[in-house]
T-cell receptor, first 115, second 115 residues
Framework: NAGVTQTPKFQVLKTGQSMTLQCAQD?????MYWYRQDPGMGLRLIYY???????DKGEVPNGYNVSRLNKREFSLRLESAAPSQTSVYFC??????????????FGEGSRLTVL | AQSVTQLDSQVPVFEEAPVELRCNYS??????LFWYVQYPNQGLQLLLK??????LVESINGFEAEFNKSQTSFHLRKPSVHISDTAEYFC?????????????FGAGTILRVKS
């Protein structure tokens, strides 16, 4: 069982370059999320998708865009990367309906460095 | 909006000693509470959760946490730690949204177990 799969695991960009982080889940979950993790700040929500076809901003959406391609896939795009976006990015999913407790299932993370 | 405070950023402890990682949350309504663990260079894994019922919840590897509504706390404890428990631990509270729930994370506590 793959769970939540993120690609790439590592990426180095120059300021101004663009890139897309890919995420796919095989648990038939309705909701998907993108977080960034920075030292001493825990995880901060960038964007989330409550269900296929919907996306909403989280705490720190500036500089990012997302696409919920289908129920399985949720991508995060950096249009013009900045050094402040150097971080570890995590994709997560949850059931999203019914007895939804908010419990998240995480990918292994994508480490992005912007020079 | 809900918030989570983890009172210690780092906790050093010797092997086989007891440990407590403290977590307080802000909420006046029913909540779901979680502890996640992150081992070096990995994603977050669910350690234990409180949804309802008994206020004391346990994990399979000997951790336990007690939900204290009056003190709005959900502290994590282990009576005897092992080197392999070295990791970062995140407390999270579930926040009710229009579509369901989402998690709000604390800043994390790094547990360093020394031999």
């Amino acid at each position: 069982n793959a769970g939540v799969t993120q690609t790439p695991k590592f990426q180095v960009l120059k300021t101004g370059q663009s890139m897309t982080l890919q995420c796919a889940q095989d648990m038939n979950h309705n909701s998907m999320y993108w977080y960034r993790q920075d030292p001493g700040m825990g995880l901060r929500l960038i964007y989330y998708s409550a269900s296929e076809g919907t996306t909403d901003k989280g705490e720190v959406p500036n500089g990012y865009n997302v696409s919920r391609l289908n129920k399985r896939e949720f991508s995060l795009r950096l249009e013009s990367a900045a050094p402040s976006q150097t971080s570890v990015y995590f994709c997560a999913s949850s059931e999203g309906r019914g007895r939804n407790t908010g419990e998240l299932f995480f990918g292994e993370g994508s480490r992005l460095t912007v020079l | 909006a809900q918030s989570v405070t983890q009172l210690d950023s780092q906790v050093p402890v010797f092997e086989e000693a007891p440990v407590e990682l403290r977590c307080n949350y802000s909420s006046s309504v029913s909540v779901y509470l979680f502890w996640y663990v992150q081992y070096p260079n990995q994603g977050l894994q669910l350690l234990l959760k409180y949804l309802s019922g008994s206020t004391l919840v346990e994990s399979i590897n000997g951790f336990e946490a007690e939900f204290n509504k009056s003190q709005t706390s959900f502290h994590l404890r282990k009576p005897s730690v092992h080197i392999s428990d070295t990791a970062e631990y995140f407390c999270a509270v579930s926040e009710t949204m229009e579509y369901g729930n989402k998690l709000v994370f604390g800043a994390g506590t790094i547990l360093r177990v020394k031999s």
